[in-house]
């Protein structure tokens, strides 16, 4: 027996303490006739996409930062995947591998629905039926109904908002937000995916409970080890200046309904491994919106502890351990998600998280998960004072990382200085960074010259290409940041310059280094932090992202946004960019130079080579002015005489639909009855 055929058909919930997944609780799925995909009702069409990372983007957001790191190893250690999805049931993000269902990796990507009515049982749908019944973590084993998810284990946590009390409104149940997936070979990680999706929801409830709540709230944190106190395993409370408990996170609810011996609520009852999830309990209001008194917890010297302080509760009737008090949440990024119109920009609850962080770096964020982590380091980074290393390939944003960079930082005012060091003659590099005193060499400027570091002093200095630096220059750039100061060319009093430093390579530096092309001193001089900026490929926003570079593109030319049509995205997301996000620009920009109707459809996409290739006579907007003579639609009955007539049209479905008067899904149907 193989491992994948290893498990039992069943659905497990899991006890709290994350090491043992207990036996089925929830009634067995039924066996069922394998499931055959049908991608249309499979996967949502882009727009929709788009529309759901939207309304999701700040939950996107808070769980690309959580899963940074750690998570990704474990992914990366287990050969699992992890999916984030909305609430029903969509995929917004994944992380890990895809490679998982090797021909089906679709379900594994953004787009893809989970929920029952499309996928049949997995362990997504059913957590997302009941969430609040479902909030520990849940595992499917061998009962999934598609047939390429045979032998996986899915395993899936609900991702809950807190419930919260104020004054005004009183008690507000927390709804639930998404649910966390992870799709893996039971054999290999059943004991531990339940534990680390079980620490994941909780880290990642606890920061939205920071994130909702931080900012005019006190939050108290209570653990029984003091290094824990930041930690997902602490009770997290939210509390009113006066004192009042406003919100709380699993463990906090439990830990304040273990000390009034709340019974169990029925939803427990339900789920006896859950016994002490107090979390789904209706008698919230027992607990929020009640004076911490009522746990004999004295405010007052909780409310004045220091961010680093920490309260010791060893005399304390109900609490033991150490109490946290007054702690920021974590810095987060501000999310703006791929907006669908202009006007939609700054409206809805986006806007209110748009102010909590600076919109020049925001911009950069369009729905990619892996942007979101680069963002959030950036806003983390901004105002370090650690000289910054980006690694990426030709196009894909580096010099735009730095000037949104320079525009959140506290220098945005001083000058930011761009050198590219590909672009200057060897013999020129040295004068233009250290300037020179008249004379100092034969064609020189006679008045000398002041060189780029003392333009950036006090701004940023941003060195482009620095691969390409001669070792001679890299020898005199070391002195200058070790001393910091700058001695023109020539001879001179030394000046003392204080500038900011990004560095950029599209090169693997540490490679040139050990080849012994790249100075090991220098490298880590400007690898205070380096952070590698993900290739226009392995991005999953294509849709936020071509709608914002497709609304620059129409304001400089002072046109109408064109609507964008699924296929127009369809098409972009099925070439591999090797030039990234600049020939992702002039692709639209040349779309839109062919598009003369109200939309932009996937003929108006020519990638590079096709203008030179027979194919051209296939795009619309090449083809002549009269349409291409289409036979009656009586005419077109086979699917293989359809499928040559959407050749013909360059695998344009929607203007095949159009012509033949039919729409979309009976064309999509008449093609595959073949
Ligand atoms: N996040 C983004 N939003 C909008 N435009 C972008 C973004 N990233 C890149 N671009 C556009 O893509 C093009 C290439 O970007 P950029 O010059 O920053 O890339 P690069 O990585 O520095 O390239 P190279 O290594 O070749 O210098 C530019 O036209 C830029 O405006």
């Known amino acids: 027996m193989t491992a994948r055929h290893h498990s039992a058909s069943h659905v497990d919930n899991h006890v709290d303490n994350h090491t043992a997944a207990a036996p089925a609780h929830s009634t067995p799925h039924p066996a069922a006739a394998p499931v055959a995909l ?4 499979l996967v949502c069409p882009p727009e929709e996409l788009v529309w759901r990372q939207r309304q999701a983007a700040s939950l996107m957001a808070t769980v690309a930062s959580a899963v940074a790191g750690h998570t990704l190893n474990l992914l990366d250690h287990w050969q699992a995947c992890l999916v984030l999805t909305d609430r029903d049931g969509v995929v917004l993000a994944s992380y890990g591998h895809q490679q998982l269902l090797g021909n089906d990796a679709t379900l594994l990507r953004p787009g893809a629905r989970w929920r029952e009515e ?10 997302l039926n009941a969430p609040r019944a479902n909030r520990l973590p849940r595992i499917a084993l061998d009962a999934h109904d598609a047939e390429c998810l045979k032998g996986l284990a899915s395993a899936s946590a609900a991702l809950l908002a807190p419930a919260s009390w104020n004054s005004r409104r009183g008690l507000t149940p927390g709804a639930c937000e998404g649910c966390l997936g992870l799709i893996c070979d039971p054999y290999r990680v059943r004991q531990y995916s339940l534990g680390m999706l079980g620490v994941l929801a909780d880290d990642i409830e606890q920061r939205r409970l920071g994130e ?35 919100a709380a996170s699993r463990r906090g609810l439990q830990l304040l309904a273990a000390h009034l011996e709340l019974p169990p609520s029925p939803d427990c009852a339900e789920h006896p491994a859950d016994n002490d999830s107090s979390a789904t309990r209706d008698d919230l209001h027992l607990l929020l919106g009640q004076p911490l008194a009522r746990w004999q917890l004295d405010w007052e010297p909780l409310a004045q502890l220091d961010d680093a302080e920490c309260l010791t509760l060893s005399q304390h009737p109900h609490f033991t351990g150490y109490a946290l ?4 949440p974590r810095p987060r990024i501000q999310a703006r998600a791929p907006a669908t119109h202009p006007t939609d920009e700054r409206t809805g609850p986006l806007a209110t998280q748009a102010a909590a962080c600076h919109p020049s770096l925001a911009r950069l964020h369009h729905g990619d998960a892996g942007w979101a982590r680069v963002c959030e ?14 690694q990426g390939e030709t196009g894909v944003g580096k010099e735009e990382v730095v000037k949104a960079l320079h ?34 060499f034969t064609g020189a400027d006679p008045a000398g010259r002041e060189g780029r570091l003392i333009e950036a002093n006090g701004g940023r200095l941003f060195l482009d290409e620095i691969g390409d630096m001669p070792l001679h220059v890299q020898a005199r750039l070391l002195r200058v940041l070790q001393e910091r100061e700058v001695t023109p060319l020539g001879g001179g009093k030394p000046q003392r310059v204080d500038f900011e430093l990004v560095a950029a390579t599209h090169q693997p530096l540490s490679e040139l280094v050990k080849a012994g092309h790249f100075r090991a001193d220098l490298y880590y001089r400007l690898c205070g932090a380096s952070i590698a900026l993900p290739p226009l490929r392995d991005r999953q926003d294509m849709a936020g992202l071509s709608h914002a570079l497709l609304t620059r593109l129409c304001r400089e030319q002072q046109r109408e946004l064109p609507r964008i049509t699924p296929d127009f995205l369809n098409r972009l997301m099925q070439h591999d960019w090797p030039g990234n996000v600049r020939e992702l620009d002039n692709v639209l920009r040349l779309a839109l130079a062919l598009c003369d109707g109200p939309s932009l459809e996937a003929c108006h996409v020519m990638l590079s080579g096709e203008f030179s290739s027979a194919s051209h006579a296939q795009h619309c907007a090449m083809l002549p002015p009269e349409k291409p003579p289409l036979p009656p639609l009586h005419d077109l009955s086979s699917a293989e005489e359809l499928q040559s007539a959407l050749d013909a049209l360059g695998g344009n479905v929607s203007r095949l639909a159009r012509e033949l008067g039919i729409s979309r899904t009976t064309l999509y149907k008449r093609l595959g009855a073949a």
């Open 377 to 390: 380091l950036l806003a983390r980074l901004v105002n370090a004072r650690l000289p910054l290393l980006l």
């Open 212 to 246: 909702a709540l931080g900012h005019d709230h006190h939050l108290l944190r209570l653990h029984l080890n003091r290094s824990q106190l930041d930690s997902p395993s602490a009770a997290l409370l939210a509390v009113t200046p006066q004192g009042q408990v406003a």
């Open 407 to 440: 525009q959140a930082s506290h220098r945005a005012h001083q000058p930011l200085v761009a050198i590219n060091c590909a672009a200057l003659p060897d013999e020129l590099v040295e004068a233009e960074l250290f300037g020179y005193r008249r004379g100092a």
């Open 38 to 41: 049908q991608h249309s009702s």
């Open 325 to 328: 008090c007054g702690v920021l």
């Open 118 to 127: 499309s996928l049949g049982h997995n362990a997504i749908a059913e957590t």
